[in-house]
């Protein structure tokens, strides 16, 4: 694995890291998620012009991930509702590749190696460990959570074979974040009638710096498979989890318990066993 690919999706885990942060901070989340996405495309309609049209080939992958994420950004939202960064976070990362994991070995019979069996217990372990106890979070968080892992674990996929179909990987990611900020807006003006955006208010700025966080995050992760295998890249990406923790305390005054932290340290080393 190149140094550059490793470069790219170390920033991308602390920049995935940090967006949630803000997102978990926000009294609105729906509307400050959309803003987020939204401002997404606006920054990267310029940018369309300075990249090659992707082919017929690629566009199937790139309205399904644009599709998935919707989903993905509505049900991470709601998992938020009750539960705090440094729970929710972790079971949504950790989910991605268990679930991926598990899935081939049900779905195709992939053959599970030594390193793959361990990973496996111990994402479910560390799961298992913040989804119990008297500092868990509620059970619809965990519930809306593990539905966003999955989702994620599905774009992923589109994501790391529609990529290989482009020219240029910039490009994918430009036109995936510009129709997905149009269809996450599209999506909250048919729940809330109308999206109220005053650009003189600090909490608009504050989306707008969410949402350059989270299309560079992303942005860097598909750029990264184009130099790497994917299960390298998620690999490097998965340390995310423990970024968050630690926002989580430092940023957002959230507790800070041994047990938090070794089940995110497992969750982590768990999806690096699964990836490698």
Request: aromatic residues 10%; hydrophobic residues 55%.
């Amino acid at each position: 694995m190149s140094a550059l690919a490793v470069g790219l999706a170390l920033l991308a885990a602390i920049l995935h890291a940090s967006w949630n942060a803000f997102l978990r901070t926000g009294a609105d989340r729906l509307w400050s998620i959309t803003v987020m996405s939204l401002a997404g495309s606006i920054i990267t309609l310029p940018f369309l012009f300075a990249v090659p049209l992707p082919g017929a080939a690629a566009w199937p992958y790139i309205l399904l991930s644009s599709c998935l994420q919707v989903g993905y950004s509505l049900f991470l939202v709601a998992a938020y509702r009750h539960g705090e960064l440094g729970q929710v976070y972790p079971i949504v990362r950790g989910t991605v590749p268990l679930l991926v994991t598990l899935g081939g070995l049900l779905l195709f019979g992939e053959v599970l190696g030594t390193w793959q069996s361990l990973g496996v217990l111990m994402i479910a372990a560390g799961i298992m460990s913040l989804s119990l106890g008297k500092t868990r979070a509620a059970t619809s968080s965990i519930l809306f959570a593990l539905t966003t892992g999955l989702i994620i674990a599905c774009y992923s996929t589109v994501d790391s074979r529609g990529v290989k179909l482009v020219d240029e990987p910039a490009a994918y990611a430009l036109w995936v974040l510009f129709i997905f900020g149009l269809m996450i807006t599209l999506a909250y003006v048919v729940k809330r009638r109308s999206l109220v955006v005053d650009p003189r208010s600090p909490v608009t700025w504050k989306a707008v710096g969410g949402g350059v966080l989270a299309m560079l995050a992303y942005g860097l992760v598909v750029v990264a498979y184009a130099y790497a295998p994917a299960g390298l890249v998620t690999a490097v990406r998965e340390t995310s989890v423990v970024f968050a923790v630690l926002i989580g305390a430092l940023v957002l005054g959230e507790q800070l318990t041994l047990r938090r932290v070794l089940a995110c340290l497992i969750v982590a080393g768990g999806a690096i066993c699964i990836s490698l």
